[in-house]
Every structure is written in C-alpha cells, then in structure tokens.
C-alpha cells in the first residue's frame, strides 16, 4: 500500500513538473530598441517608350500541362463571355433575356431559345456582339408561334 500510495505521489509530483515548465516566459531586455534602418530603394526597370510590349507566345510543343491550363483558361473565358451577355440581355429592356440561352465556346457566342419578334432576335444579336471578347455570334434562336 506505502509503495502504490509513493508511486502516486510521485507521478504526480512529476505532472506537476511538467505543466509549470509549459508557462516559461521569455526574460525582459532592457537595451532600447534599435533604430530603424530605411529600406533601400529597390532598383527602377529602365523605361522604354514607344515600343509595346509583345505578347507571350506558347511555345509549338506545348506540353500537356500547358495544353491543359489553356483548355481551363479558355473554358474561363467563355464562362466570363456567356455571363456577361446574359447580362447585357438581361439589363435590355427590349429584349426578355430570360427566354434567350447564352452557350460560349472558343469566343464563339450561340444564342438559342424562342422569342416574341424577330425585332428581339435581332436586337440579342446586336448586344451579344457588341460584348469585348466575342469574336462572333451564331442565331439558333426561334420565333414563337402564335397560338
């Protein structure tokens, strides 16, 4: 019983060690702090006016990483394209953008869907081609029939 009851009391002298060296604080240092040194300037790129910049061209070998970042890039670019000209049918009060359907591929706008006058058809056209970055736009839409 003596040997369980020192066993104990020691396990739990050597806990009660252990968790008062978790609080260890850092000593205070009394030396003023330092001066602040300026940051050197870092160097200018030299200025060339007058010539524009040329593009980056991908090289012809191209590998399957950058064959796949482009796909994803393009597929970006069309989703940014077929939102902003469901915005543009939608902001038209002469057009009822909710009965036109935006698909984009490659820059390639096709509008589809059916619609009250040809004046809208015509009209969606106007406005899907006037959006930065459409490169050309096909109508598949359809006139409503009367009823």
């Known amino acids: 019983m003596l040997k369980s009851f020192a066993l104990a009391a020691g396990a739990a002298a050597l806990t009660m060690t252990i968790a008062g060296g978790c609080k260890r604080e850092e000593p205070k240092t009394t030396a003023p702090p330092a001066p602040a040194a300026s940051a050197p300037e870092p160097p200018s790129p030299p200025s060339v006016t007058g010539v524009a910049p040329t593009p980056a061209t991908p090289p012809k070998d191209a590998g399957p990483a950058e064959r796949a970042g482009r796909a994803i890039g393009e597929q970006l670019d069309d989703a940014t394209l077929t939102a ?64």
């Open 84 to 147: 902003k000209v469901k915005t543009a049918l939608l902001q038209a009060p002469d057009v009822k953008g909710t009965d036109v359907n935006v698909q984009t591929e490659k820059g390639v706008v096709q509008l589809s869907g059916f619609i009250s006058s040809q004046a809208e058809i015509e009209r969606a056209m106007q406005l899907a081609r006037g959006v930065g970055g459409v490169k050309e736009v096909h109508n598949k839409m359809s006139l409503k029939s009367g009823k």
